[in-house]
């Protein structure tokens, strides 16, 4: 069953193919703030290098979000467009949730980053729970200053958009994800999107909007 993943979240992008099986394609680069002149292109390409047409498409998952409020709209929009206009099932993903799913398990609390603008960053804790990892409360805004004073005490692995911290400015007791787990990819999009197709609990492509986080 081929599966189309768009991730426009932030300024980094991603697009997949993958049929459960083998991932056709798949595409992540830094898009900055291109997403409207890039995504279209990209997914085309992508389609075309892989031997894909809109008629073997059987769903669509697309990340809602947290994230940049132009970058969500171009994806969730290109991503409507396409499941309303072929009918196909369209399925949202938690943009931190992708980033999560791509952790290996550790036995710390795992703090889930992207950035935000102005130099404040979207924060999600997750705790492992049988074999994944799980959202502990609601995602927050704050800054890299707040997270450092956050992990102190305790023990942590945090992931995502991380480069413009100092990693020297943690303690011992604060893993940073290396740099491949750091890249949302849509692949992983993708394996979420499809577990929640397995249920048959489908949403309206016309009810899914934007995670929009705000101060």
């Not at 409207?36 to 809602?64: D, F, H, K």
């Not at 969500?72 to 072929?86: D, N, P, T, W």
């Not at 979207?122 to 049988?130: A, E, I």
């Amino acid at each position: 069953m081929m599966l189309l993943g768009i991730d426009t979240s932030t300024e980094r992008a991603s697009v997949a193919l993958d049929d459960g099986s083998e991932i056709h394609s798949e595409h992540s680069w830094r898009s900055g703030n291109n997403h409207t002149v890039e995504l279209a292109p990209y997914v085309n390409r992508m389609m075309t290098s892989a031997g894909v047409n809109a008629q073997s498409l059987r769903g669509i998952a697309v990340a809602i979000g947290p994230g940049s409020f132009t970058g969500l709209r171009i994806g969730l929009g290109f991503a409507k467009g396409l499941s309303i206009a072929r009918s196909i099932p369209l399925v949202s993903v938690s943009t931190l949730d992708i980033l999560a799913h791509m952790q290996p398990k550790v036995d710390r609390v795992l703090l889930v980053v992207i950035a935000a603008g102005r130099n404040r960053i979207v924060s999600g804790k997750y705790n492992w729970q049988s074999d994944s990892w799980k959202a502990d409360g609601a995602p927050y805004i704050t800054t890299w200053h707040k997270i450092i004073q956050e992990t102190e005490s305790g023990s942590y692995y945090i992931c995502g958009e991380v480069d413009s911290v100092d990693r020297l400015e943690f303690d011992e007791n604060v893993l940073l994800a290396p740099p491949p787990l750091n890249v949302r990819r849509a692949a992983h999009l993708i394996s979420i999107a499809r577990k929640q197709m397995d249920t048959g609990d489908l949403e309206d492509p016309n009810a899914i909007s934007p995670y929009y986080l705000r101060t």
